[in-house]
């Protein structure tokens, strides 16, 4: 223990802990810029420099570890004065263009500028760093915006673990943060899965814009446009206009199908049910594989991120991938080709798939090959959560005083295994339900997989959780995969051949779709806990709100099986709900 | 560190040393602008104040070289001054200690072609 003064208060501390979490725990806010914590303790931006007695010179909060006799001053003239200065340095080399920036209100730079009352006379016409706009399917990147926190650099390399997004500082004067120098996003080894976007604390990294070819397809009376929502989506929409986090899904689900035919949507419909058509092609997928001998372990392909990844670092492995496609490239699929003309009498061309998605990613994946039938693009266009709220926001619509919804379209109606998706272990869970009834050959009893749900976990870390299960006489080994660094980890085990694994679930983003590089962005909470009540959210709409928790008993998708795909993994099926995987070449430098 | 700059950094030793070595205006702010030059190769462009704080220092003193110079230059060059102490790692902590040298021995130097109305 440590006997430290902040601020005039004596108090007791572990040794090796920050000053930063010091202060934080008694109640005095230090601000900062660069720091995460954890991922980016670097102390480089400089706003969170205290004053400590004894020392010449002003030391950085985050990194700095308390000492005994410590008697520290967070708000003395120095600090202020200091961080004020630092500040207008920064803003020095900061574009503003702030009323139209990507980042739309959630600026971190913005927020410290304001409180610390930063006048523009004192630091100039704010000339930007760089020039360059690096472009990518998913993500994008504005340089002149940067102001070199380093922040997603550390998140690449430390939660994603692609390494695609350096910091390049051979001029020390000019630094600066891009992929391969010269390339877009998409020649590099990025995955898109948009984690960078979400710790940026400017503009500078940001989601590639589709709002504006969606409000040009509504406004055309040629089109008509069929939006999906993703089970995820419905947990965190309401962040944005006032609700807590984790809210339960009724209470925010109708409002939202309002505010989507508000926007101009012709018909809503959600991609839980193209879960449910991807359970039964995937689960039929592992059944073949088991009792054929197939190639094993089946890894999922819901998660465009880690299919890419896949692609790019672990190409021996592309035959494990299951061939289905992820859920809304299905279902965009089965509405250009199935729905439309059968029951709306229009045809594939004159539909306007739009997916609303909490993944960046899913941005990158709708232009992949493989991902059309007949020549037309299954889906046309994805929009974020965050996206969706600004284009809520920008309509002039209230959401909290909007009336429920109910979308009448067959492909709306879902049962709990497609709903719980979105969280971690879901997808698992949502197959295994199914997999076991039609391997057992008799209902199901407990189908709450619990083992596979929610776990702390470290960014840094990700979690693998693993169990066995016992289905039709087979020994079946699952894993469920999340986050960067537990990709690799799962690699080195499956390399190194200790363990016989049947079904491995993958996804790039620590805590699954829940915490998807398109979500909103929470600043004043820890990533596991957001992870924790949002999966909540979606296991509790399983539990209370749906009647229909097993895929293969949603009554239309297995309608869709008798009037067009036949039955799973039938020709039919392969045609529109099946892909396949390429290497892809990339440059990481 | 380069050869070029040795001058001056023993210039500035001199200064440091020796309280009474005084130049005029225009050498005072070739050679500061030579020094902080001769720092930009060991400048590793991490921290704020040192990255920026230099560079805005160099401008800060163009200004003295074409004579628009005011009073809030001046106060503006001492508080970037004091701000590297902000600086992460010793080459800017150092910067920082020599100009406050330069500013302590020197501010009437700097002073007396301040535009002050």
Known sequence: MAKITINGTVVKVKNGTTILNAATNLGIRIPTLCFLEEINEIGFCRTCVVEVKGEQDLVSACNTEVKNGMVIETDSKKVIDSRSKTLQLLASRHRFDCWRCPKDGMCEFYDILKEYHILF???????????????????????????????????????????????RDDDGMNPFVSPTIGLNFDQTGCIFCGQCVKVCPTGTLFETDHIGRVNEMIQDPNKLVIVQVAPSV???????????????????????????????????????????????????????????????????????????????????????????????????????????????????????????????????????????VDDIRDVDAVITVRGLSKMIKRQGIDFKRLDDYVPVSPLAKFTGAGAIFGASGGVTEGALRTVSEILDKKPLEKFDFKVLRGAEFKATKGVIKETTITIGGHKLNVAVVHGGAAIKEMFTRIKSGKKKYHFVEFMACPGGCVNGGGMPIVRDMPMHEVVKLRSNALYNQDSQDLPLRKSHENPSVLKAYEEFLVKPNSEEAHKYCHTHFTQKEYRNE | MTIESRDVINLFENWILDADTKLNEMDLVKNIKTYLESQHPEICGKCTPCRDGVVRLERLLDKY?????????????????????????????????????????????????????
């Open chain 1, 234 to 372: 419905k947990t965190a929409i309401g962040e944005d206009f006032g609700y807590d986090i984790g809210t339960p899904i009724k209470e925010t689900e109708g409002k939202m199908f309002r505010a989507l035919k508000l926007l101009g949507f012709d018909i809503i419909t959600d991609v839980a049910w193209g879960a449910d058509l991807t359970v039964l092609e995937e689960g039929t997928e592992l059944i073949n594989r088991i009792q054929n001998g197939g190639t094993l372990p089946l890894f999922t392909s819901c998660c465009p991120a880690w299919v890419r990844y896949a692609e790019l670092y672990e190409p021996e492995y592309l035959e494990n991938l299951s061939t289905t496609k992820s859920p809304h490239i299905a279902q965009g699929a089965l509405i250009k080709h199935y729905y439309a003309p059968k029951y709306l009498n229009k045809k594939p061309k004159d539909v306007y798939v739009v997916s609303i998605m909490p993944c960046t990613a899913k941005k990158y994946e709708i232009d992949c090959e493989g991902h059309e």
């Open chain 2, 65 to 117: 070289v074409d004579g628009t110079a005011t009073l809030d230059t001046l106060s503006e060059l001492e508080q970037i001054t004091y701000n590297l102490r902000a600086s992460r790692c010793s080459v800017g902590l150092d910067i920082g200690k020599n100009m406050e040298v330069v500013l302590e021995n020197n501010y009437h130097t700097l002073y007396k072609p301040v535009k002050k109305y």
């Open chain 1, 121 to 167: 006379e004192e630091f100039g016409p704010g000339i930007a760093r760089g020039t360059d706009l690096i472009e990518g399917s998913g993500i994008s990147m504005d340089q002149s915006k940067c102001i070199l926190c380093k922040r997603c650099v550390a998140v690449c390399s430390e939660v994603v673990t692609a390494n695609v997004l350096k910091f």
